[in-house]
Nanobody, 122 residues
Framework: QVQVVESGGGWVQAGGSLRLSCAAS????????MAWFRQAPGKAREIVAA????????YYVDSVKGRFTISRDNTGSTGALEMSSLKPDDTAVYYC???????????????WGQGTQVTVSS
């Protein structure tokens, strides 16, 4: 059974940094793309960043460009989201998701973690 687990969330002051980690098990993920989504209270879930398994191509939502960096190891079983210059608007539950094949910017991913809370105070 596939399991995806996020870690590294927490509380940080505005301007600070956090590193989220994603660990997948129970399958083979070498051809899975990885993405991070977030959902703030009262808002729809949105994609934050994604990375392709094939060529390492990345996608970032405009609001995090230049501040967040997504990475994924070659096996596809671990990855990370480095977040810097954090803003209160970044406060949300962050989810790691895996998809067999190319990444997409909708939430049609195959495997999801339970999420990790990130809180940025002003």
């Amino acid at each position: 059974q596939v399991q995806v687990v996020e870690s590294g969330g927490g509380w940080v002051q505005a301007g600070g940094s956090l590193r989220l980690s994603c660990a997948a098990s129970g399958g083979t993920f070498s051809e899975h793309s990885m993405a991070w989504f977030r959902q703030a209270p009262g808002k729809a879930r949105e994609i934050v960043a994604a990375v392709s398994w094939r060529d390492g191509a990345t996608y970032y939502v405009d609001s995090v460009k230049g501040r967040f960096t997504i990475s994924r190891d070659n096996t596809g079983s671990t990855g990370a989201l480095e977040m810097s210059s954090l803003k209160p608007d970044d406060t949300a539950v962050y989810y790691c998701a895996l998809r067999d094949g190319w990444f997409i910017v909708t939430d049609r991913y195959d495997h999801w973690g339970q999420g990790t809370q990130v809180t940025v105070s002003s």
